[in-house]
T-cell receptor
Framework: GESVGLHLPTLSVQEGDNSIINCAYS??????FIWYKQESGKGPQFIID?????DKRQGQRVTVLLNKTVKHLSLQIAATQPGDSAVYFC?????????????FGKGMKLTVNP | ETGVTQTPRHLVMGMTNKKSLKCEQH?????MYWYKQSAKKPLELMFV???????ENNSVPSRFSPECPNSSHLFLHLHTLQPEDSALYLC?????????????FGPGTRLTVT
């Protein structure tokens, strides 16, 4: 079936370093990808999204890269801060399309050491 | 914070109890969702309501019963649950129209079934 997977279950970095979180997806027809951040005790929070007609999109300290050839998505966080410690999920529009069928990855825990 | 609220935040119930989870969104969205989040698993979509009509239930056990009285409110009625139903239950909403598929999540209800 369709799936979204994260390469690394945990990532520990030093404050100030850059972080890269990776995600593999299997549905080549997906048109829309999202990164969510989930802090302890909270629900997932939208970080950044990207459409399939783009390779790169930048936000505030975050960049999402999309490689459709190998069906790979990554989230780069610049100058990682302790407040970035959280679980990060990638998600994409499922085979049926639309907002009703977001498929989520398992999540990867990022720990930022001061 | 996200415009989606959930109550209660924590719930402990016995297997013979009946309880309800409540979700309210203040974003003017027309689609609402229930997800189950268990440890080390991706988010599992349980129910989707679009324009107040259920469009997805993903074969969820009948001991979970959703109700969507209007576009701003969503309930999840629980009865005769099992210990394996213990999880974080997340509500989300979105504007199900065109290309906008980002979902906004509530903080979740941490459910423990004893």
């Amino acid at each position: 079936g369709e799936s979204v997977g994260l390469h690394l279950p945990t990532l520990s970095v030093q404050e100030g370093d850059n972080s890269i979180i990776n995600c593999a997806y299997s549905n080549s027809a997906s048109d829309y990808f999202i990164w969510y951040k989930q802090e302890s005790g909270k629900g997932p929070q939208f970080i950044i999204d990207i459409r399939s007609n783009m390779d790169k999109r930048q936000g505030q300290r975050v960049t999402v890269l999309l490689n459709k050839t190998v069906k790979h998505l990554s989230l780069q966080i610049a100058a990682t801060q302790p407040g970035d410690s959280a679980v990060y999920f990638c998600a994409y529009e499922g085979p049926q399309g639309g907002s009703e069928k977001l498929v989520f990855g398992k999540g990867m825990k990022l720990t930022v050491n001061p | 914070e996200t415009g989606v609220t959930q109550t209660p935040r924590h719930l402990v119930m016995g297997m013979t109890n009946k309880k309800s989870l409540k979700c309210e969104q203040h974003l003017g969205h027309n689609a609402m969702y229930w997800y189950k989040q268990s440890a080390k698993k991706p988010l599992e979509l349980m129910f989707v309501y679009s324009l107040e009509e259920r469009v997805e239930n993903n074969s969820v056990p009948s001991r979970f019963s959703p109700e969507c009285p209007n576009s701003s409110h969503l309930f999840l009625h629980l009865h005769t649950l099992q210990p394996e139903d213990s999880a974080l239950y997340l509500c989300a909403s979105s504007w199900n129209s065109g290309d906008l598929i980002e979902q906004y999540f509530g903080p979740g209800t941490r459910l423990t079934v004893t």
